[in-house]
């Protein structure tokens, strides 16, 4: 009898230890992010437009950062055309909603070498990427999203 209130109170022990280790860690919500990749420029206005309205969407509860490569980059310069198409907000409109919500929109430094650009020709609020963002703008799982 002696042996087995031992083990109860081993296993009581245990599990107390454990729980004040790994309860904060349960306890502290961790929201996943959604990264979001343009590779189409203006030239594929419903993709471009639907992508900007996805993460406007998703930016309502959860980290996102948009990432912006290939022709893509054609959307997010000083001097690219207002895109628009159907019922959505036009490209400029949508992203300057997404960095007033304080959304990442980056754009990859190499695709702009490759295009003759530099990150001076980049419009405001729009940086170049990083790898250390795509990692780093979520604590939890990362959902991607293609267009």
Request: hydrophobic letters at 50%; proline letters at 5%; one cysteine or more.
């Amino acid at each position: 009898m002696l042996k087995s209130v031992r083990r109860v109170l081993a296993g009581l022990a245990l599990t107390l230890a454990l729980a004040a280790v790994y309860g904060p860690l349960a306890a502290a919500e961790t929201r996943d992010g959604v990264f979001i990749h343009i590779s189409h420029g203006p030239k594929h206005a419903h993709r471009v437009l639907m992508a900007l309205n996805m993460a406007a969407m998703w930016a309502e509860d959860h980290p996102v950062l948009v990432y912006f490569d290939i022709e893509g980059i054609e959307v997010v310069l000083k001097d690219a055309s207002d895109i628009t198409f159907a019922h959505f907000p036009s490209s400029k409109t949508q992203l300057s909603n997404l960095l007033k919500k304080g959304v990442l929109v980056v754009a990859c430094p190499g695709c702009l070498k490759a295009a003759g650009k530099s990150p001076a020709d980049l419009a405001p609020g729009i940086r170049t990427a990083d790898k250390k963002q795509f990692f780093s703008f979520t604590q939890g799982r990362i959902l991607s999203l293609d267009y």
